[in-house]
């Protein structure tokens, strides 16, 4: 396992990418929708960085079986909250093939939202085959290895660890 940020680089990231979404939003109510389990700690700490009328939700997605993307898309639990006439923000721990935002985020434009944008922790350097090739705001572009930490996991190990690794 090789450590590729630090607690204190991941929340010095966090910090900033709080201070561009409310520029960007400006005065607009906003509603980050976290995408379980794997952006659980990122979304957390994203809402105490953003400076607006805040909604937080949660819907539970998941494409991956073991280490790889299994390319299609279970919904095991959907948000509480109506998506309706709303600025929705996906907040998602890493982006890797696309499959999970690209579906969520037809999903939620479908149910009415005014907007659907993404904030990653982390963005894997790769060719996209979806219509979402990066997000709207990333913490860390990383080379195309297996991420471990800051709620993403392998096989539900290393969540809770305050840094991200690359297992190998």
């Given at each position: 396992?090789?450590?590729?940020?630090?607690?204190?680089?991941?929340?010095?990231?966090?910090?900033?990418?709080?201070?561009?979404?409310?520029?960007?939003?400006?005065?607009?109510?906003?509603?980050?929708?976290?995408?379980?389990n794997g952006a659980l700690l990122f979304a957390a700490e994203?809402?105490?960085?953003?400076?607006?009328?805040?909604?937080?939700?949660?819907?539970?997605?998941?494409?991956?079986?073991?280490?790889?993307?299994?390319?299609?898309?279970?919904?095991?639990?959907?948000?509480?909250?109506?998506?309706?006439?709303?600025?929705?923000?996906?907040?998602?721990?890493?982006?890797?093939?696309?499959?999970?935002?690209?579906?969520?985020?037809?999903?939620?434009?479908?149910?009415?939202?005014?907007?659907?944008?993404?904030?990653?922790?982390?963005?894997?350097?790769?060719?996209?085959?979806?219509?979402?090739?990066?997000?709207?705001?990333?913490?860390?572009?990383?080379?195309?290895?297996?991420?471990?930490?800051?709620?993403?996991?392998?096989?539900?190990?290393?969540?809770?660890?305050?840094?991200?690794?690359?297992?190998?």
């Amino acid at each position: 396992m090789q450590i590729l940020y630090s607690e204190s680089e991941i929340q010095n990231r966090i910090k900033i990418l709080g201070q561009e979404i409310s520029a960007f939003y400006q005065d607009r109510p906003l509603t980050l929708v976290a995408l379980l389990n794997g952006a659980l700690l990122f979304a957390a700490e994203l809402a105490k960085t953003i400076r607006l009328d805040c909604f937080l939700d949660c819907i539970a997605v998941s494409s991956y079986t073991g280490h790889d993307s299994s390319g299609q898309l279970v919904f095991r639990c959907d948000t509480k909250l109506s998506v309706v006439d709303r600025h929705i923000l996906l907040v998602d721990g890493v982006l890797d093939t696309g499959l999970t935002l690209s579906k969520v985020k037809n999903q939620m434009t479908k149910r009415g939202a005014l907007s659907v944008r993404s904030c990653v922790l982390a963005e894997k350097i790769r060719l996209r085959e979806t219509e979402i090739q990066h997000a709207d705001w990333c913490a860390f572009q990383v080379p195309n290895r297996y991420l471990v930490g800051y709620g993403m996991d392998s096989h539900e190990h290393y969540r809770q660890f305050p840094y991200i690794a690359a297992l190998d």
